[in-house]
């Protein structure tokens, strides 16, 4: 007999679902819950996690399966290999929601890749889900996730430099619909320049990749820089953009004000 296989995601994509050997994490809970057998003979089901689902998520259902009397009938084989998410170190997010991608793994001295790893509670995915597709900002965000920590992991140097991120420049591409099935992220390092320790410089590419096809393309110019130096450079441009404003508003408020008197001085012409 055949095996059937069926993907699980995160109630946010259960419109991916309809039609498909595909159910939501909702809908694998009701099964597991149910307290009679599901109709025997008909084989075990492998389950396939997909997009959507949090390591909650995964850790809940695996404990409901085990106390489930329905448990003979799914093959959970899968879920005990997940690939690792990305720790808040290397990806910048302090809420583990928000991180959208795995520990990259090094494949050559200037190429990474990494697992493109969705909880649909992130931050892009709390307004709502439109159609079957991911998001085309989820993959921008996951990419530039990736560059951020092959270069946290594999290339800032061991020295007393507290670094931080700044993007110059980024282009994105988008091939095809993703899907909320597995995908990976290739990272290549295209150029750096890494003479000044306080300021490194990359110029990166991400390709996010699915069912054998390019997805998505992107490509990121930025630098690590000395903390302390961006935040001194930082106050500054701050001090003078509200300087500016408010001198903008000012004259705003300039002109409105001789406009009022002039619209009063034609109205009094008018009433002589």
């Known amino acids: 007999m055949k095996q059937r296989i069926v993907l699980v995601v995160g109630d946010k994509f259960s419109a991916y679902v309809q039609g498909k050997d595909a159910i939501t994490c909702s ?17 075990r089901t492998v389950l396939v ?6 390591d909650e998520n995964v850790r809940q259902l695996l404990e409901q399966a085990a106390q489930s009397p329905n448990l003979g009938q799914f093959d959970f084989t899968l879920w ?30 200037d190429s990474f890749t990494m697992h493109l790893l969705i909880d649909e509670q992130c931050e892009l995915m709390q307004d709502h889900q439109s159609g079957q597709h991911v998001q085309g900002m989820i993959l921008i965000e996951a990419a ?25 420049d980024m282009s994105v591409k988008y091939n095809n619909f993703a899907f909320p099935v597995s995908a990976t992220i290739e990272c290549r390092i295209l150029e750096q320049s890494t003479d000044n320790p306080r300021k490194l410089s ?6 996010v990749q699915q069912c054998g096809m390019d997805v998505s393309s992107l490509t990121f110019t930025f630098a690590a820089m000395d903390k302390a130096r961006i935040g001194k450079r930082e ?11 408010l001198a903008f508003v000012d004259g705003q408020l ?19």
């Not at 809908?27 to 084989?43: A, E, H, K």
């Not at 106050?235 to 404003?245: D, F, G, L, R, V």
């Open 27 to 43: 809908n694998l809970r009701g099964l597991l819950s149910l307290s009679i057998s599901l109709v025997p003979g008909q084989g």
């Open 49 to 54: 996690p997909g997009q959507g689902l949090s």
């Open 80 to 109: 005990h290999s997940l690939p690792t998410r990305a720790p808040a170190s290397l990806t910048h997010k302090h809420r583990p929601e928000n991180t959208l991608i795995s520990v990259p793994v090094r494949q050559t001295v």
């Open 144 to 168: 530039r996730q990736g560059m951020l920590a092959v270069v946290e992991q594999y290339f800032l140097p061991d020295n007393k430099v507290d670094y931080a991120f700044v993007l110059n």
């Open 202 to 207: 990359f110029v990166t590419e991400a390709v």
């Open 235 to 245: 106050a500054t441009m701050a001090a003078k953009a509200q300087q500016a404003h």
């Open 254 to 272: 300039q002109a409105q004000s001789a406009a009022a008197a002039y619209a009063e001085m034609l109205q009094r012409v008018d009433n002589f």
